[in-house]
């Protein structure tokens, strides 16, 4: 599949309505482009049909049919519909909301995991998505990361998209696309997997979610990237959030009430699944906000003598093996296994950062490390920055400074490539920290925010 299968490309103009600007992804019956409604000048992302799938009754009635449930739900947590045309050619397109943004895959597959409050905030957003469309007698039956936008980086924010292979009956056994299944294998509930009645309804979609939080909080799936068979059997039985499977993630910590939640919604039959899982949300939220403060990442792993006598290494390693980026409404975990980074490089970036923590000047130390331009100096220069910030028995000056270099290397207007660990700029996570610096006594800061 290609633009020229499609028989359109950058440029072309559909019934005098709609221009493409850019190819946004393929799949096997058709491909999604931006676009801009020539009429109001506003973004639009256009899903498009090939004649030869246009001709195939069941692609044409599976197009047809995700036209039809987008155009009845009305929830800002799903992707807008906005029409569906068919030109001269007999090509069909249906015609979104663009959503400027990434699916969450995008972030999983770089090793993100997100902190506990964010993970209860993308929850609830997806609860009172789902929500929305049970009640019209409409199950996803396709939840997955693929399938779950983050606009501008905002977990607060997250839509679910792509109702492709919805069933538009609660209770329906059967999708347009097959008899037997629909969806991914590996976000699967056990009764898409023939497990059970084998019935697909409302609950169905809950398992799929309870099943991408677990990904997101950095667990594994049960079953997910092997054969059918694994799948199956890793269905067959409720999955349990014990300690021991938290102990697999370092420095991993879930509330009770997250994974009361995540039980909840991982009950192997679907009638003992949960009936209200947005209060189980809003229970597990408030008892993270009266917990303690969180514990820093690996902190309670033991310290080495070394870093007891001066600032904390394990802090800095916080800032470095476990990179903690503010993406928008989320904190990310990027674990250090994930990178591209040969063994140990973590550990050596950490011990230059505890070096300049530790300068007689730290803050002249750390902009001589970013001076340097090199990848493992720009981390530990991050890394050193974290702690710096982080340290509430430091002048609240060295700290303000320190928030306001990290600010920097994510604002747009100041952030360079070679300054800085980050490839991109992130306006949101900018925000975070000049809000950390103004708070901190930085007058410049507020500057910064009026012009974010």
């Known amino acids: 599949m290609n633009m020229r299968a499609t028989g359109i490309g950058p440029g072309s103009v559909i019934q ?30 256009l899903k498009v049909i090939t004649p030869e799938f246009a001709r195939n009754k069941k692609a044409a009635d599976l197009f047809r049919r995700e036209a039809n449930l987008l155009r009845t ?14 030109d001269r050619n007999g090509q069909l397109y249906l015609v979104m909301e663009y959503i400027d943004g990434k699916p969450l895959k995008h972030y999983l597959d770089k090793g993100a995991r997100l902190a506990e409050a964010d993970l209860l905030k993308m929850a609830d957003r997806l609860l009172d998505g789902l929500s929305a469309i049970h009640k019209l007698g409409i199950v996803h039956r396709d939840i997955s990361p693929d399938n779950i936008m983050i606009p501008g980086g905002n977990i607060a924010r997250a839509m679910l998209i792509d109702f492709g292979v919805a069933s538009d009956s609660v209770g329906g056994e059967h999708s347009i696309i097959g008899d037997t299944f629909a969806g991914k294998i590996s ?15 409302a609950a169905t979609d809950l398992y799929a979610v309870g099943l991408v939080l677990m990904k997101t909080a950095g667990l594994a799936v049960p079953g997910a990237g092997g054969r059918l068979a694994d799948a199956i059997d890793a269905r067959r039985s409720d999955i349990v959030i014990s300690s021991t499977l938290l102990k697999q993630v370092p420095g991993l910590s ?3 009430g997250t994974r009361r939640l995540l039980e909840a919604l991982l009950r192997a039959d679907p009638k003992d699944r949960a009936r209200n899982p947005r209060e189980l949300v809003a229970q597990a939220q408030a008892e993270a906000e009266t917990a303690a403060a969180p514990k820093p990442v690996f902190e309670d792993e033991p310290l080495p003598e070394s870093a007891r006598r001066g600032p904390p290494l394990l802090a800095i390693v916080a800032g470095i093996a476990v990179f903690v980026a503010a993406l928008g409404g989320g904190a990310w975990y990027y674990l250090g296994q994930h990178s591209a980074a040969p063994a140990g490089v973590a550990v050596e970036q950490a011990a230059i950062a505890s070096g300049a923590v530790q300068a007689a000047d730290p803050l002249a130390q750390t902009m001589a490390l970013i001076n340097s331009g090199t990848a493992d100096n720009l981390n530990a220069a991050f890394g050193a ?8 028995a430091r002048d609240r000056d060295l700290r303000a400074r320190a ?5 920097r290397m994510y604002d747009p207007a100041t952030h360079d490539a070679a300054r800085s660990p980050f490839p991109a700029p992130n306006p949101s996570a900018a925000r975070r920290f000049y809000e950390q610096a103004r708070e901190l006594g930085a007058v410049e800061a507020q500057a910064a925010l009026d012009r974010l």
Do not use: C, W
């Not at 600007?21 to 058709?30: I, P, T, V």
């Not at 739900?73 to 068919?86: F, G, H, W």
């Not at 920055?385 to 509430?392: P, S, T, V």
């Open 73 to 86: 739900v009305q929830s800002p947590a799903i992707v807008r519909y906005e029409t569906t045309l068919i």
């Open 16 to 45: 005098d309505s709609y221009r493409v600007d850019k190819l946004l992804g393929e799949g096997g019956m058709g491909a999604t482009y931006k676009g801009v409604n020539l009429a109001t000048g506003h973004d639009v992302a």
């Open 187 to 201: 976000y699967s509930s056990p009764e898409q997997l023939g497990i059970g009645e084998g019935t697909v309804s």
């Open 385 to 392: 920055l974290m702690a710096i910030a982080r340290d509430e």
């Open 254 to 256: 879930l509330g009770q």
């Open 403 to 407: 928030s306001l270099e990290i600010a």
